[in-house]
């Protein structure tokens, strides 16, 4: 979610916003800014704590070199709006061209691959495999929690975090059913509500593994 205008108000904004047009050093923060090298360090401190900047390399010149900084690329992700729109109308160009079958493998294909990226459930009980697959959810965005009904376990989540993509293409959920299985190392079944304003998840386990 992008960070809110008061947060680009602030001292610390206001150093991303520069970092975000050119890598700077300190001295060069502390100049645009009007403020101390020490504030700025200070500053930095805590941003790069909270993973906002990094350090780019070092800087030489005529002097003793120095270390420059610019945002992290989770930042810049954290900020973007067209990652949904571009999913949105990708998703809708796919359902156009692919018949339902082919589409099919191709998103289950890409949840596999989403799957590939993401750390694996380690062998243990059902129950833990799928918290371990809810808490990478929860990590993505999403609101979910594990839950037994009818006497099967199952991931149900409380809205969609891809709510815009599966609007324009419901077999989206096939991607999210996918790469929950593979990171399970069970089988896993889409049970989704995509009946009101806002589509919820449900996969429910079907073969333990």
């Known amino acids: 979610m992008p960070w809110p205008?008061?947060?680009?108000?602030?001292?610390?904004?206001?150093?991303?916003?520069?970092l975000r047009r050119r890598e700077l050093t300190v001295d060069e923060m502390a100049t645009a800014l009007g403020?101390?090298?020490?504030?700025?360090?200070?500053q930095l401190a805590a941003l790069e704590r909270d993973q906002l900047v990094e350090p780019r390399g070092v800087r030489?010149?005529?002097?003793?070199?120095?270390?420059?900084?610019?945002?992290?690329?989770?930042?810049?992700?954290s900020q973007s709006r067209a990652y949904a729109?571009?999913?949105?109308?990708?998703?809708?160009e796919l359902g156009d061209r692919l018949k339902g079958p082919e589409l099919e493998r191709?998103?289950?294909?890409?949840?596999?691959?989403?799957?590939?990226e993401l750390p694996q459930a380690p062998a243990g009980p059902p129950r833990d495999r799928l918290a371990h697959a809810a808490s990478l959810l929860e990590q993505l965005g999403a609101a979910v929690e594990v839950e037994q009904a009818d006497g099967a376990l199952a991931i149900r989540?409380?809205?969609?975090?891809?709510?815009?993509a599966v609007h324009e293409q419901p077999r989206t959920c096939a991607?999210?059913?996918?790469?929950?299985?593979?990171?399970?190392g069970a089988k896993l079944k889409e049970h989704c509500d995509r009946t009101g304003r806002a589509p919820s998840c449900r996969f429910v386990l079907t073969r333990p593994g």
């Open 106 to 116: 191709l998103l289950v294909a890409a949840g596999r691959r989403w799957a590939a």
């Open 85 to 92: 729109a571009l999913l949105r109308h990708l998703v809708h």
């Open 175 to 184: 991607a999210v059913e996918a790469m929950l299985s593979a990171v399970v």
């Open 35 to 42: 403020v101390t090298d020490n504030a700025v360090r200070a």
């Open 60 to 77: 030489r010149g005529g002097g003793k070199p120095s270390q420059a900084y610019g945002p992290t690329a989770q930042f810049e992700l």
């Open 157 to 164: 989540g409380f809205g969609c975090p891809l709510g815009v």
């Open 5 to 18: 205008k008061r947060f680009f108000e602030s001292t610390r904004g206001k150093l991303v916003a520069l």
